[in-house]
């Protein structure tokens, strides 16, 4: 009777386990300033919403999680994750991300039709950064205005660089291909040029955001690359620091919401996804962590409004890489940065 | 009784007792196995798959010894292993000595010195040197500071600081190897041989080093197969432009995706140690006939 008893009690305790465990949506992310924002602009109403709970796992870079995705053959153990446009198409022609269509997020159909096309159908754009100038306000007499500004002479011994394996490497290439006469997909060797001369110009190189944007808080450099996202964030801290859109333009960081195709609550992260792309959440988001957005008709602060990406203009200046052509080029580009612009630093 | 019953009454026990020896290292063995051998074998497997081809070639391997950069970073994970190996070795011979044979009130706070590094995290104990050995750092502020130099020493971001970065990780265990020999050799050697008249560099060179060889190499081949694998100090302690095999084995797998290329290099770290580990114990066996007396 006893053993009976017992077992029954352990399968009862089994079922409410499983219940519970069925109404937790693990979102995978990023730690940092970064886990506040959103766990108050989009988790926190999430779950009052649905009556769920989400479990925040910020462990990993988004590299790191598309590599466990792909260990594990798209069931990681967390139902959604923040990635990047060119990783949403890897995992989709891998099959290892879910596909997302209107009929299952029906706020994907709100999105900027060319910039949703770039992420591919297993990627949900949340949001969108572009590659800024970063500069001290204290340091710098004038403000710069260009990417060849990065070049002028007091910069000398000022500048640091992301390292390639962080995506803005790439992107600055072939930003600076595209300014020195070549094109940001089909001509890359300015862009090398260039970057060389700026290794030269710099202090070196660090992969990690948060340690590149040490360097210019405490002063060692006045300009560097960086998110505009970050870089609001920072002057929203009272940092010596602006930003600039450079008049060449940018390469925007095109950010991506995907459920692994093994996901164990597919459902619910769906409405994740969905929530996070609704009006109201995307106007949260853009107010608080700073970025812009895929989606045009959304209301947002005039500053807001004048420095992030929140319209069809805005988006129509930026240079827009082919993605599937930067995946194939990526590693013959790491081997030749690492060949010759790295050498070239002081 | 036949002669046959005679000796299958004689096996039987024989058998038990092998049983008996063997069984206590069927979990360990299934363990190994498991999570040691037939990951190895996927991996090997795995290396001859080029990224995106299909069919089992020989591709990666060609790319890797045939490319200047990569082999670049194999003969710097040499040195730097190479480096660190007789650093932690020198600098913990003389620890280990204090800690085998002196009775001073102060051996166990040494020995807690000794081992200390252990207590704080890799990555905390690198960022730390990174604070004192950068451009901007303690040592090079201090200096300037002085008026002793008017640009910073280059003490980071290169060979030297991941070779102290990785001598201050790894010397523990160096000491603790060479601890365990010297510990093996009698006192009464030594005393006995100053008695008879030798001086105290010649008891070191004649009596200690050749019996602790064995320590000595092991502490070598300790630091050498740690040095050659570990990826947080040069990581951060070597900067963008100091590539090792375990820096480059991380881009591949999480950066550019290419796990088969990878694996060769994961595989020809192996191989690298291996061969190491070889030399090691023919030189040890070499040296130890060699210096005996």
Redesign the interface.
């Known amino acids: 009777m006893k053993r009976a008893l017992l077992a029954a009690s352990a399968v009862t305790l089994s079922s409410v386990i499983t219940l519970a465990h069925g109404q937790d949506l693990i979102v995978n992310s990023y730690g940092g300033p970064y886990e506040q924002i959103i766990q108050d602009a989009i988790i926190k109403p999430f779950e009052e919403q649905y009556g769920v709970r989400v479990i925040y796992d910020a462990v990993g870079?988004s590299?790191?999680d598309?590599?466990k995705i792909?260990a594990t053959k798209g069931r990681p153990g967390f139902d959604v994750v923040v990635m990047s446009a060119s990783q949403s198409l890897?995992g989709c022609r891998e099959g290892l991300l879910e596909p997302m269509s209107v009929e299952t997020v029906h706020n994907l159909a709100y999105l900027n039709p060319a910039i949703s096309a770039v992420a591919g159908a297993c990627g949900a754009v949340h949001e969108i950064q572009y590659l800024s100038l970063l500069y001290r306000t204290d340091k710098l007499t004038e403000a710069p205005t260009s990417w060849k500004d990065l070049f002028n002479e007091d910069l000398h011994g000022r500048i640091v660089l992301p390292?390639?394996?962080n995506i803005m490497a790439a992107y600055l290439t072939q930003i600076m291909a595209s300014v020195y006469g070549g094109d940001i997909n089909d001509n890359i060797d300015p862009g090398f040029e260039a970057m060389t001369r700026l290794a030269a110009q710099s202090?070196?190189?660090?992969?990690a955001s948060a340690i590149l944007e040490s360097y210019i808080v405490d002063g060692?450099v006045w300009a560097m690359p960086f998110w505009d996202g970050r870089a609001q964030l920072l002057v929203d801290s009272g940092a010596p620091v602006d930003y600039i859109l450079p008049e060449e333009g940018s390469i925007p960081l095109i950010a991506t919401l995907n459920i692994p195709v093994g996901a164990d609550n597919k459902e619910l992260a769906l409405k994740f996804v969905d929530f996070f792309l609704a009006k109201t959440s995307q106007e949260r988001w853009v107010q608080s962590y700073k970025v812009g957005s895929a989606r045009s008709d959304i209301e947002v602060s005039d500053e807001a409004r004048a420095r992030k990406i929140t319209t069809q203009a805005d988006l129509d200046e930026l240079l827009l890489p082919n993605l599937a052509s930067l995946s194939a080029n990526?590693?013959e580009w790491?081997?030749r940065w690492?060949?010759e612009v790295?050498?070239a630093?002081r | 009784m036949s002669s046959l019953a005679i000796n299958a009454a004689k096996d039987r026990p024989m058998r038990t007792a092998l049983l008996r020896k063997y069984t206590p290292l069927l979990p360990p063995a299934l363990i190994l196995l498991l999570f040691f051998a037939i990951p190895m074998g996927m991996m090997v497997g795995l290396s001859f798959q080029p990224k995106g081809a299909s069919g089992a070639s020989l591709a990666n391997y060609e790319r890797f010894f045939n490319d200047d950069f990569t082999l670049i970073g194999l003969g710097r994970t040499v040195l730097m292993s190479g480096l660190v190996a007789i650093c932690v070795t020198v600098m913990g011979y003389p620890v280990a000595y204090f800690l085998a044979r002196s009775r001073s009130p102060w051996r166990a706070v040494v020995f807690a010195l000794a081992i200390a590094p252990e207590l704080a995290g890799v990555v905390l104990r690198t960022y730390g040197w990174l604070i004192i050995l950068e451009d901007h750092g303690f040592i090079n502020n201090a200096l300037v500071g002085l008026g002793l130099i008017s640009e910073p020493l280059p003490l980071a971001k290169n060979m030297f600081g991941v070779v102290i970065g990785l001598t201050h990780v790894i010397l523990p265990f160096g000491i603790l190897s060479l601890l365990t020999s010297l510990q093996g050799v009698d006192p009464n050697l030594e005393k006995s041989a100053q008695i008879l008249g030798a001086s105290r560099l010649s008891v070191i060179r004649h009596i200690l080093v050749p019996l602790t060889i064995p320590g000595i190499v092991s502490s070598m081949l300790l630091a050498f197969t740690m040095s050659a694998s570990a990826y947080a100090t040069p990581a951060i302690l070597g900067g963008a432009g100091f590539k090792v095999l375990a820096t480059m084995v991380y881009e591949q797998v999480l950066f550019y995706i290419d796990w088969s290329f990878a694996a060769v290099m994961a595989n020809v770290l192996l191989v690298m140690m291996l061969i190491v580990a070889f030399i090691g114990s023919r030189l040890e066996m070499r040296l130890h006939k060699k210096l005996q007396f």
């Open positions: 870079s590299q790191q598309y590599a792909k890897d390292t390639f394996a202090i070196g190189f660090e992969q060692r990526l590693a790491g081997m690492e060949r790295v050498p630093a």
